[in-house]
């Protein structure tokens, strides 16, 4: 498995953002967004050098932590293993990378799905039921910090640990830090006061991504031992069909509703003895209107009919509106009814009707729910697996909210692009320059790269570039999304697209088995109590 395997299906910033376009996640979808098939790959990428350049930490949050001065903090280790430990200076980096990165991913998804406040106290927010925003990313940190410990217990006992190659890494990042304090015109020590708290020092950053890189670094090559033939991801398919087999329809709901004036009429007087049997006459009555909508509207047996009828239905339901609706808008939501990607895995009804081994394009039915409700149901495409070829791409990414303005986003983006065609415009000076330069905490660290990106886990803009017919090796441009510009360097086609999802459930499957035996192997000593942070 080669490096850029790493960050197949791990589409972590591009892909978390493009969320927000969707309906609001659950709770549950933004935890399994969380997961990497890696615990301690996520671990590096977050606390990169790279990944806090230009990021602001939350002033509100900042003010009311424990003040500590750096020769304290060092002082007391908050978390340690049989070879290694963290001190306070190193875990208040830990911390802080944890919260950016969190909230370059999801900050947006908590603040307007969520109600996270920015500009008040974390500790006066709950994220859950009894825990605030700020134990959540205390115990995010805590968590990531002991996964970086038994890992790198498991690197020193499995005598894997390459000084050399863990220093040369720790140098680059320490490279990109005072690279970006240059541009900044300030010091290394006023620039890490500003986003780590005082008395932080170089040291401290050089500690951390050491222990950070020893864990990474074997963690990565396990993970790239991982092989799978295609019989081996033919026969997990096979065994788990249902985990990658969808198919599309399109659909309407005919809801039973008694008009004003029947519900009226039949409930006037509570002592009518007729008043139940004409009310239950209305409710049938209503009940096989609907039922004879469904039915007509499923009597479409061709697609364009089908949606030729929905359109006409969905334009008379809005009629009546206060702002009548454009074409466009009808058509906005005939589209709204037309599910794709509709998982084998999912119960019910139509689930039960779709995946019918009978079924055929152009088939049509109506589920009655038994409660009023009968949906008109078209067959758009019957059980497939996903056969696209996904897509290879490099990009950095330059947020709107880091400049003072879009157009300074934008020209920061034209800027870099200018100054890599200045070189050998190579994959690698691109990649190099994206670890420099990028504010994508999901994949500056290995040089912006995303591979076998699928479709829908990236932002529309950023997709439509890299599916384009015309696309090639070596292309650039420069895309714009509602988080800012990015700079693409299209690397190529990627796996295709069943199978790629397929080895990744797997190699998620071998990483969580090998962080479950470090966890169990490797005691890490913790004492909440001992934990302190810089202001």
């Given amino acids: 498995m080669g490096k850029g395997q790493r960050n197949k299906a791990i589409n972590n910033t591009v892909a978390a953002e493009t969320e927000t376009k969707k309906k609001p996640l659950k709770e549950w979808q933004i935890r399994e967004k969380r997961k990497t098939r890696n615990k301690v790959i996520a671990i590096v990428l977050a606390v990169a050098i790279v990944a806090v350049a230009g990021v602001l930490i939350f002033k509100s949050y900042r003010d009311e932590l424990r003040a500590s001065g750096g020769d304290s903090l060092r002082e007391v280790t908050a978390l340690s293993s049989d070879h290694f430990s963290v001190n306070n200076a190193m875990f208040t980096y830990f911390f802080m990378n944890t919260l950016n990165a969190e909230m370059s991913t999801y900050g947006q998804i908590y603040q307007q799905y969520y109600g996270l406040d920015t500009n008040k106290s974390f500790k006066e927010q709950n994220y859950s039921d009894g825990v605030t925003w700020y134990q959540h990313f205390l115990d995010g940190a805590v968590s990531r910090?002991?996964?970086?410990?038994?890992t790198a217990e498991a690197a020193y006992a499995a005598g894997a640990i390459d000084e050399a190659a863990v220093n040369e890494k720790v140098d680059d990042s320490v490279s990109s830090l005072n690279k970006t304090v240059e541009e900044q015109n300030t010091t290394v020590d006023e620039y890490l006061a500003a986003n780590f708290g005082k008395g932080i020092k170089e040291q401290d950053i050089r500690d951390a991504l050491r222990l950070a890189f020893i864990a990474s670094s074997y963690s990565e090559s396990l993970q790239d031992a991982l092989n799978y033939s295609d019989e081996e991801i033919e026969s997990y398919?096979?065994?788990?069909?249902?985990?990658?087999?969808?198919?599309?329809?399109?659909?309407y709901t005919f809801k039973a509703e008694l008009d004003e004036d029947s519900a009226t009429t039949t409930t006037t007087a509570a002592s009518d003895e007729t008043s139940d049997s004409a009310l239950d006459q209305a409710t049938q009555e209503?009940?096989?209107?609907?039922?004879?909508?469904?039915?007509?509207?499923?009597?479409?047996?061709?697609e364009d009919s089908f949606r030729a009828a929905l359109t006409e239905i969905i334009t008379k339901a809005h009629e009546n509106d206060e702002t009548a609706k454009t074409e466009g808008e009808i058509?906005?939501?005939?589209?709204?009814?037309v599910h794709t990607d509709y998982s084998k895995k999912e119960t019910g009804d139509i689930a039960e009707w779709c995946f019918d081994e009978a079924r055929a394009v152009g088939d049509t039915t109506?589920?009655?729910?038994g409660e009023g409700s009968y949906t008109a149901v078209f067959m758009l495409r019957t059980a497939?697996?996903?056969?696209?070829?996904?897509?290879?791409?490099?990009?950095?990414?330059?947020k709107t909210s880091s400049y003072s303005s879009a157009e300074e986003a934008e020209k920061a983006a034209e800027e870099a692009l200018a100054e890599w065609e200045k070189g050998d415009k190579t994959e690698d000076s691109f990649a190099?320059?994206?670890?420099?330069?990028s504010e994508d905490s999901g994949s500056a660290a290995i040089g912006g790269l995303y591979e076998n990106v699928a479709l829908g886990t990236m932002v529309e803009p950023f997709e439509n570039w890299i599916y384009d017919e015309s696309r090639s090796t070596g292309d650039t441009g420069i895309v714009e999304s509602s988080y800012g510009y990015h700079v693409m360097y299209f690397v190529g086609d990627g796996e295709i697209a069943w199978k790629a999802e397929v080895t990744n459930t797997m190699v998620n499957a071998a990483m969580a088995d090998y962080d479950k035996e470090f966890s169990d192997t490797y005691k890490v000593n913790y004492d909440s109590t001992l934990i302190a942070i810089s202001e």
């Fill in 145 to 150: 910090v002991k996964g970086v410990l038994y």
């Fill in 237 to 251: 398919f096979n065994e788990n069909a249902s985990d990658y087999t969808f198919c599309d329809y399109i659909s």
């Fill in 286 to 302: 209503a009940y096989d209107k609907a039922k004879q909508e469904a039915e007509k509207l499923a009597g479409n047996k061709d």
């Fill in 331 to 337: 058509a906005e939501l005939v589209e709204e009814q």
């Fill in 366 to 369: 109506v589920i009655d729910d």
């Fill in 384 to 398: 497939y697996r996903h056969e696209y070829v996904t897509k290879d791409v490099r990009h950095m990414l330059f």
């Fill in 432 to 437: 190099a320059l994206a670890k420099e330069k």
